[in-house]
């Protein structure tokens, strides 16, 4: 069953046309890649999902509901986390404070505890950076630090935003195994990365986008067997 859809959305930065009919869906338990150069457009749909931005043209539904105008805090709401390229943590917060943020709807106490219990258990190198500053904290941990953060309003949907980037090879690896993890417990995973080699080892399916379209829709095992995409993204001569 699709959980997002997207139908001929059209996305500008003032006249510049970043999105030019861009059309897919994610079904609900899937992990799905968008895959494409730098300035492709991925960002910017993943942008556009979280109501950062809006289309111009066109429709987004979530669940069936069309949620093409709303703001990114009904968004929130729903389901939907994006962690955005860069992580965008706060960096003068502390490991706790920044967490706390992350569920910054949540009344509950314990609840908030027991999230955040959850990322620890995921990440526990942030248990114990928990009193440090954001901004203090290496590549890896806040990347890890963004993730359980995205984690604490428990998403349906999460949406990554170059997860990998900047991060050594061993890091890369525990965070494509968290993601396999968190799909595996149910949680819907939008996956936009440049490492399309490890990007298209966990996803089921993906989408490559050119200039702001999307080119090609697979799974993700015959995109890494399809010779033009090994040409273009996986490094094959
Ligand atoms: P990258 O991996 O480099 O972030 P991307 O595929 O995510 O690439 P986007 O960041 O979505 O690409 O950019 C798509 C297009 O929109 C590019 O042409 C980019 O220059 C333009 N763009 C992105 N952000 C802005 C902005 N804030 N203002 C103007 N143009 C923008």
Redesign the pocket.
């Known amino acids: 069953m699709s959980l997002l859809t997207l139908e001929n959305v059209h996305s500008y ?2 006249h ?1 046309h ?2 030019k009919g861009v059309s897919f869906e994610v079904n609900a338990g899937e992990i799905v890649t968008l895959i ?12 556009t999902i979280s109501g950062m931005m809006h289309p111009r043209i066109g429709r987004i539904s979530y669940d069936g509901q069309d949620i093409s105008k709303l703001e990114a805090h009904e968004i929130v709401s729903l389901g939907m986390i994006h962690v955005p ?1 860069g992580r965008g943590i706060f960096p003068t917060l502390t490991v706790r404070e920044n967490l706390e943020m992350g569920a910054f709807t949540i009344r509950n106490r314990n609840l908030i505890e027991e999230r955040m219990d959850y990322g620890f258990s995921l990440f526990p190198r942030l248990k114990e950076r928990i009193g440090q500053y954001g901004g203090t904290l290496s590549g890896g941990e806040q990347q890890m630090l963004a993730i359980a953060r995205g984690l604490m309003m428990e998403p349906r949907l999460l949406m990554l ?2 997860p990998s980037m900047g991060l050594a090879p061993i890091l890369v690896e525990l965070i494509f195994d968290i993601i396999q993890q968190l799909n595996a417990k149910g949680t819907t995973i939008l996956l ?1 990365e ?1 490492n399309a080699l490890m990007a298209l080892s966990i996803a089921h399916r993906g989408y490559i ?1 050119q ?2 379209e999307i080119t090609t829709s697979d799974t993700a095992a015959n995109l890494k067997n399809n010779k033009e995409v090994q040409k273009a993204y996986l490094g094959v001569a």
């Open positions: 930065y003032g510049i970043a999105l494409g150069s730098n300035g492709a457009g991925k960002s910017t749909i993943l942008r390229e935003d170059e936009v440049q986008l200039t702001g």
